[in-house]
């Protein structure tokens, strides 16, 4: 597939589409389509598909939209975004102890590009990881926003006291850190973007009535203080900066991390995966300050993990579903 152009004016990206309302009248209508990966991530990209945005199917009868052909040949973690061009964009972790991230694009989620390697952690010798890619497109500055979380040992030695140890004795120490680009190819240096003082992973953005969140997991994991919940801030752009203190807890439950948000109708939803049991659940807000467990009214694949929720055309969606 040829590349598509990035001209600069002449291609304005939406940061989050899966946001919108409604359709007015005489709009197409739109359906939720969440991307996720399975097992080890060496099968690739999974979709399904849900008219509510409640209750989601497996498209294709749960096979692959996309096998992982670089790094260690899985895909984990995977995020996808779509441009007002049409384009779908597709991040993911290429490995568990890679320091690249995995790139593609595609105009109908059936042909791909070529994937390609995009990397980070550049200055930092040790990386243990590089997990939870998220791209997101900042009108403000004009340029793709590339988010992840690592752990460099000995860079946050405060916390580096983690109960969640690696081989070798390392711990894991997450932080979210962040680069830019204006055409998908030419990319900044990686920097550190939020650092709240304690381990954080799984960043994403989300933009509702004009204000932007970061909803992150927790992953504090220190004598008798266990998070690894899902919390929120508020902030202002992903090319700006979000606050560190007073995070609003999203997820009452522990072991909950990779949330991804979407508004359904008057509620604002927020997904996450229940690693330790291996299901999806979910919380729900109306004003994003009190946080309701909606977990019983949901469906998912069984064992989809970290997707990543968004909306698309209902005629894309139909030809989905005709490759069942």
């Excluded at 899966?18 to 197409?28: H, R, V």
């Excluded at 105009?107 to 550049?122: C, G, R, Y």
């Excluded at 200055?123 to 497109?137: I, Q, R, T």
């Excluded at 990543?308 to 030809?319: F, G, H, S, T, Y």
Aim: with cysteine; proline share 6%.
């Amino acid at each position: 597939m040829k590349r598509p152009s990035f001209a600069r004016g002449l291609l304005v990206f939406l940061l989050l589409p899966l946001f919108s309302l409604s359709p007015p009248p005489g709009k197409e209508r739109s359906l939720f389509l969440f991307a996720y990966y399975t097992g080890d991530g060496g099968s690739g990209l999974h979709l399904a598909l849900s008219e509510d945005g409640w209750k989601y199917q497996a498209l294709k009868k749960g096979k692959s939209f996309l096998r992982p052909g670089i790094g260690d040949y899985i895909l984990l973690d995977p995020h996808l975004m779509q441009s007002q061009d049409g384009i779908f964009h597709l991040v993911w972790a290429t490995g568990k102890s890679r320091k690249e991230i995995g790139y593609a694009w595609s105009k109908n989620l059936i042909d791909w590009s070529p994937q390609s390697l995009i990397k980070v952690m550049e200055k930092d010798s040790l990386v243990l990881n590089v997990s939870g890619p998220e791209l997101h497109y900042d009108g403000a500055s004009q340029k793709f926003i590339l988010l992840w979380a690592s752990t460099v040992p000995g860079k946050f030695p405060e916390t580096d006291n983690s109960r969640d140890s690696l081989p070798g004795g390392y711990r894991l120490n997450h932080r979210i850190y962040r680069k830019t680009s204006s055409d998908l190819v030419n990319w900044s240096g990686s920097e550190i973007w939020y650092e709240p003082g304690y381990p954080v992973s799984d960043p994403t953005i989300a933009t509702d009535s004009g204000r932007s969140y970061l909803f992150f997991q927790d992953a504090t994991n220190k004598g008798s203080n266990f998070q690894h919940n899902v919390k929120v801030v508020q902030g202002y752009s992903p090319g700006g900066s979000f606050p560190v203190e007073k995070p609003i807890l999203v997820s009452k439950r522990t072991h909950a991390e990779a949330p991804t948000a979407v508004r359904i109708d008057s509620q604002f939803v927020v997904f996450y995966h229940r690693y330790k049991s291996g299901k999806t659940g979910a919380s729900f807000t109306k004003d994003f300050k009190k946080w309701k467990d909606v977990s019983d009214s949901i469906s998912f694949p069984r064992g989809a993990k970290h997707g990543c929720i968004l909306k698309i055309p209902a005629r894309l969606a139909d030809k989905l579903r005709d490759l069942d």
